[in-house]
């Protein structure tokens, strides 16, 4: 992946006209409140595996205010997450892995080359290199402001044994 070769052409790319909102987004992505990090997807691709969507950075994000006082900067783990909630919500939306949840499994490859601030625009880009049904999917991510790639790198989603993991919770509340 070259630094300067976007995964989408940006061009297709309509902040302003998505394809899915917020709604269609929860339908498949369990994150809530703090944690939700799309406000729309913008494109997708099937045939490409790829898919782009609009991350929110208002100022009033959980982040801004600590991170950093007086020079709010989105952390590099948020626009991570916001990365794999895109592949989360398109591997759910065409049913690419077989499983209830996608959760990470683990990222490489990162590289952050400019900073996200409150306000900001930013498109953030999956494109699906591996899917092995029941067991993994590899993706390249990118995060994109003003045409310009901040953040990308690679990550590995897993299934998440849902119901296990509920009856864990309650039982050990």
Request: with cysteine.
């Amino acid at each position: 992946m070259a630094a300067n070769e976007c995964l989408v052409d940006l061009d297709r790319l309509d902040p302003d006209h998505p394809i899915a909102d917020l709604q269609a987004i929860r339908e498949l992505n369990p994150q809530r409140f703090e944690m939700e990090q799309l406000e729309a997807i913008l494109f997708e691709d099937v045939d490409k595996f790829a898919c782009a969507a609009l991350a929110k950075t208002s100022p009033d994000s959980f982040w801004v205010r600590g991170h950093m006082p007086g020079m709010p900067l989105m952390p590099g783990m948020m626009m991570i997450e916001a990365a794999a909630q895109v592949a989360s919500y398109f591997t759910q939306r065409h049913d690419l892995l077989g499983a209830e949840m996608v959760g990470f499994g683990g990222v490489d490859k990162v590289k952050f080359r400019g900073v996200v601030l409150p306000g900001d625009r930013l498109i953030v880009m999956v494109k699906l290199v591996k899917a092995r049904r029941n067991r993994m999917i590899v993706a390249d991510f990118q995060g994109v402001v003003d045409r310009q790639i901040v953040f990308e790198g690679q990550l590995r989603g897993i299934p998440i044994p849902v119901e296990e993991l509920k009856s864990r919770y309650v039982a050990g509340s």
